[in-house]
């Protein structure tokens, strides 16, 4: 009788997989085995637990690091550039007043901008908002404007900003910190949050997408030491080791790019989440789907054809650099086409059994979701406002598995078959050019 009763409560797909047994379930959902229950559940949480069982430790090294930085107080670049971001920068200069760090100096860079940026950039500076307004007359891109920045810096350390970012009021301090913690360091990422997460679906989608990739994905990867991109958005280098391995390269994709150069230069890149930005995000799928194309173009251009000396033994090879790398890609590219050929697979051989395969990848798909949103809780600074975008989690089933995925696959078979980033209007059709020629 009892027995009968649970297998009422018991939706059908669910007991049509009881039912079919463990090697069923492995061979149909294999995917999600690999992909998604090993890589973001159980290596995160698996993370966190030993982030929690060494709290005591951190916190120690934190509050020395902590009181180093504040005796030396170093002096400090901001570095700003950006096109058509006169509408921010106001915006910008507020946000880092109220830091709890100010011992820095600003540098705005205008490439090209035909907006009011000029004007606003020589307000700015007349009033002493600012400390250098630079402008680029002809558009160079934004590897070239930061790289302008750097060399009109006299900071020991460079902070690298978008300027429609804002900051919690510690954000400069915290991810400083982390330099005085160990002197292999030589850059550090900030925790890049969704500001506008309320505006519409597409930024809720994107809100969850932050927390779980970054907010708790970096934190992982941190630790097990193979952490591969400082966001543009929020990263702070030591000024002499950015110059030492040539600042930025042309982009797309050179946040990441400049996070190899400096690993393989022999130095640490370590992810510090107390460290919190928000940032705008694309308003609309379209121009979401655009933007996605630019960054998963990156991973085939950098990570498979200009650091491909990563992957073979030499003078200064890392075994974190290679396991970096093949994370990254395994990950992103492997799974990726490995998907196409699971969906092949599933059309072929499951073909009477559809309803229940969906019915149970959108089951633990959703399920995932929810436990990596609650990780994303434990770690949050701002967990209660996070909680209104819990209602949208099922949603983030179809937002990653069909419109990240399809971005994902056309980025790579046009970057891998025709190097379509050289293309990409993002840079100035000259940089591209030099970039192509140069191997960049």
């Known amino acids: 009788m009892e027995l009968n009763l649970l297998e009422n409560l018991v939706p059908e797909f669910i007991s049509f997989w009881i039912s079919g047994g463990t090697a069923k379930f492995i061979r149909v959902f294999w995917y999600f085995i690999i992909f998604e229950l090993t890589r973001y559940i159980l290596l995160d949480y698996i993370v966190f637990f030993y982030r929690w069982l060494t709290t005591s430790k951190r916190k120690d090294k934190w509050e020395t690091a902590k009181r180093l930085l504040n005796a030396e107080n170093p002096f400090i670049s901001i570095v700003v ?13 507020k946000s880092l007043a ?3 760090y100010q011992n820095f ?26 400390d250098k307004f630079l402008r680029n007359n002809v558009r160079g891109g934004k590897a070239s404007a930061a790289n302008l920045a750097v060399r009109f810096s006299t900071g020991k350390y460079i902070v690298h900003l978008d300027a429609d970012c804002s ?16 002197d292999t360091i030589g850059a550090v990422g900030g925790n890049v949050k969704v500001r506008d997460y309320e505006s519409n679906l597409v930024s809720r989608l994107q809100a969850i997408e932050y927390l779980k990739t970054i907010s708790v994905g970096r934190i992982t990867t941190s630790e097990l030491g193979i952490y591969k991109i400082i966001s543009g958005a929020f990263g702070a280098f ?26 393989k230069a022999g130095y640490k ?21 655009k933007q996605r194309m630019r960054w998963n173009k990156s991973i085939i251009r950098f990570r498979i054809r200009k ?20 994370e990254n890609v395994f990950y992103n590219v492997v799974l990726d086409v490995a998907w196409w050929f699971y969906f092949i697979d599933i059309l072929l051989n499951y073909n009477s059994q559809l309803y229940y395969i969906i019915m149970m990848n959108f089951t633990l798909y959703m399920t995932s979701g929810f436990l990596q949103m609650f990780m994303a809780y434990l770690y949050s600074e701002r967990a ?57």
């Open 98 to 100: 109220e830091q709890t």
């Open 269 to 289: 890149t370590v992810f510090e989440p107390s460290a919190v930005c928000l940032t705008s995000v694309p308003p609309k799928f379209k121009n979401l789907f």
């Open 81 to 93: 550039p950006g096109k058509n971001e006169g509408k921010n920068i106001y915006k910008l200069v």
């Open 167 to 182: 900051f919690d009021a510690d954000a400069i301090e915290n991810i400083l910190i982390p330099f005085y913690m160990d």
């Open 105 to 130: 100096e600003l540098i705005v860079v205008d490439d090209g901008s035909t907006d009011d940026t000029p004007i606003i950039g020589k307000n700015l500076l007349e009033r002493g908002l600012i």
């Open 307 to 326: 650091h491909r000396d990563v992957y073979f033994p030499h003078k200064h090879f890392s075994w974190s650099n290679l396991a970096s790398f093949v």
């Open 384 to 440: 209660k406002q996070e909680l209104n975008l819990w209602p949208y989690i099922p949603l983030v089933t179809f937002y990653n598995g069909f419109f990240l995925r399809l971005a994902r696959t056309r980025a790579y078979i046009q970057e891998g078959f025709f190097k379509k980033s050289y293309e990409d209007p993002w840079n100035p059709v000259k940089s591209s050019y030099q970039a192509k020629i140069h191997g960049y």
């Open 238 to 263: 030591k000024a002499d080791i950015l110059k030492q391995v040539g600042i930025w390269d042309i982009g797309p994709g050179l946040d990441g790019d400049i996070t190899v150069k400096i690993r």
